[in-house]
């Protein structure tokens, strides 16, 4: 079975996007060098530097499927039907949307039943493959809930102010030292382990 974590890019001060939803500078390192990943979405292509693209092609491979919140579902339009990473995605609601239809869009899955169940859903879509929680109320349920197995931060040079933050709340909680620290261009990517209780 594969490892369950959650993932974003991080400002310093612990924001993933500004108020308006907007990563802005939080981004910048997936277009901070010269070697080209292409995406399932056409209009998507990161320029990355070769330590950013390894991790990214390890990160893509490994990955089965993807739970995210109903807020950054809506943000996106669902990836207009297809994620760029090009898997299946759960999306935690209490209502599933009525008026969503794009052609081909076979891999949304709505789970209106808690964090645990979409979890669950996504491990079975998954099998031995990782499933990655999205951030901010999902990933601070997930965490909560003892289902993370990591916490994986592309923490980026940049000072936000406000916006909206990786965790929402919640206890505190101490991660282990990270396993994992790949520093390069615009972002310097961290994998911290989830002790469990």
Known sequence: ????????SMSLDGFIAGDDN???AVFDWYQAGDIEIATATPDVTFH?????????????????????????????DGWTGRHPYD??????????????HYPGAKNFHFVTDGIEAAVRVARTIAGDLDVAVA?????????EAGLLDEVRVDLAPVVLGAGRPYFTGGRTR???????LIQTARVTHLTYPVPRA
Not at 87 to 97: A, C, F, S
């Open 48 to 76: 990355v530097t070769p330590h950013s693209a390894e991790y990214l092609r390890d990160l893509v491979a490994r990955l089965g499927a993807l739970v995210v919140g109903r807020r950054l579902f809506d943000v996106t």
């Open 135 to 143: 951030a901010g109320e999902i990933g601070t349920q997930a965490l």
């Open 22 to 24: 907007d990563p802005g």
């Open 174 to 180: 101490v991660l282990g030292d990270p396993t994992s």
């Open 87 to 100: 898997v299946p995605v759960v999306v935690l609601t209490h209502q599933p949307p009525t008026d969503w």
């Open 1 to 8: 079975m594969g490892t369950v974590y959650s993932a974003a």
